[in-house]
């Protein structure tokens, strides 16, 4: 069984600060995706890494995956309330299979 | 395009009841995929399909049934409800077996 850990489970910052959320793993994953879900909907991508060492930035969030493509981490600068939600880190394979980390819930308060 | 939809949005059962929690997309995606998430909790995979007539199973297969008669439809059976598989539930849809998932709204199910 892949197991992806994510941590920390919860961060409360204010707005403004920085903050990253770490997901980790003794597996090797055809690609890591980052997903944020709000309260009552379906999880909504929002990148995909699939080369080792790969950084990609989307605004404020900036993602990175390992050299070993086991772990990946979030990285947001200037956290605004709107950034407030859980987000999900899922490993996939070329077999059609994704696992999933158990979340980080963040909130910023004003 | 409607994407991923799910139905019901809500259900009560009650212990020992069947139902079949329907999915269907409509981007022509091969692989789709059921979970559940638990409060708090991340998404559990229970069984996934590369194609039509293709299934297999995920880490909590047990208790749910699935079939993928047709590539568009992906429904998931419950045989017996039990008030461990009360949980939110939520199938999605890729293009690729390491592509962006595309989930549905979820069903919100309770058993008592």
């Known amino acids: 069984t892949q197991l992806l850990e994510q941590s920390p489970q919860f961060l409360s910052i204010q707005e403004g600060e920085n903050l990253t959320v770490y997901c980790n793993s003794s597996s090797v994953f055809s690609s890591l995706q980052w997903y944020r879900q709000e309260p009552g909907e379906g999880p909504v991508l929002l990148v995909t890494v699939v080369t080792g060492g790969e950084v990609k930035k989307l605004k404020r969030l900036t993602f990175q995956f390992g050299d070993a493509r086991k772990d990946s981490s979030l990285h947001i600068t200037a956290a605004q309330t709107g950034d407030t939600g859980l987000y999900l880190c899922?490993?996939?394979?070329?077999?059609?299979?994704?696992?999933f980390g158990d979340g980080t819930t963040l909130t910023v308060k004003p | 395009n409607a994407g991923v939809t799910q139905t019901p949005k809500f259900q009560v059962l009650k212990t020992g009841q069947s139902m079949t929690l329907q999915c269907a997309q409509d981007?022509?995606?091969?692989?789709m995929s059921w979970y559940r998430q638990d409060p708090g909790m991340g998404l559990r995979l229970i069984h996934y399909?590369?194609?039509?007539?293709?299934?297999d199973q995920g880490e909590v297969p047990n208790g749910y049934n699935v079939s993928r008669s047709t590539t568009e439809d992906f429904p998931l059976r419950l045989l017996s409800a039990a008030p461990s598989q009360t949980s939110v539930y939520f199938c999605?849809?890729?293009?690729?077996?390491?592509?962006?998932?595309?989930f549905g709204p979820g069903t919100r199910l309770t058993v008592t």
């Open positions: 899922a490993g996939a394979t070329n077999a059609g299979k994704s696992t």
């Open positions: 999605a849809s890729s293009y690729a077996p390491s592509g962006e998932q595309y």
């Open positions: 399909s590369v194609g039509a007539g293709i299934t």
């Open positions: 981007m022509n995606h091969e692989y």
